[in-house]
């Protein structure tokens, strides 16, 4: 069983920049794929980013490459979410979530374990 706690959420004006991290419980956080998603109010959950377990693979939404960076750090049980440019759009609730097969998938069905999410709001 994995538990995972988001963090770093706030609030923040357009242009600017927050960094979200999500902490693991567990033994075996370096086997799992990573990813974040987010969910804007009255809209379906939606995929932003996704890592490996190695690392080494990374995928993200098309409309944060570039402003956007995941990363892990396995030693700390940690993944990241740097999020920079920030928009009124990337407003939402973001979760963290883990898969056991390892992959960095952009597909919410792949993911066995889900965090309760932290807000993001970028005002105009």
């Known amino acids: 069983q994995v538990q995972l706690v988001e963090s770093g959420g706030g609030l923040v004006q357009a242009g600017g920049s927050l960094r979200l991290s999500c902490a693991a419980s567990?033994?075996?956080?370096?086997?799992?794929?990573m990813g974040w998603f987010r969910q804007a109010p009255g809209k379906e959950r939606e995929f932003v980013a996704a890592?490996?377990?190695?690392?080494?693979?990374?995928s993200y939404l098309d409309s944060v490459k570039g402003r956007f960076t995941i990363s892990r750090d396995n030693a700390k049980k940690t993944v990241y979410l740097q999020m920079s440019s920030l928009k009124p759009e990337d407003t939402a609730v973001y979760y963290c979530?883990?898969?056991?097969?390892?992959?960095?998938?952009?597909?919410?069905?792949?993911?066995?374990?889900w965090g309760q999410g932290t807000q993001v709001t970028v005002s105009s």
């Open positions: 890592i490996s377990w190695s690392g080494d693979s990374l």
């Open positions: 567990g033994r075996t956080f370096s086997s799992y794929g």
């Open positions: 979530a883990a898969n056991r097969s390892g992959t960095g998938s952009a597909y919410r069905v792949v993911y066995d374990y």
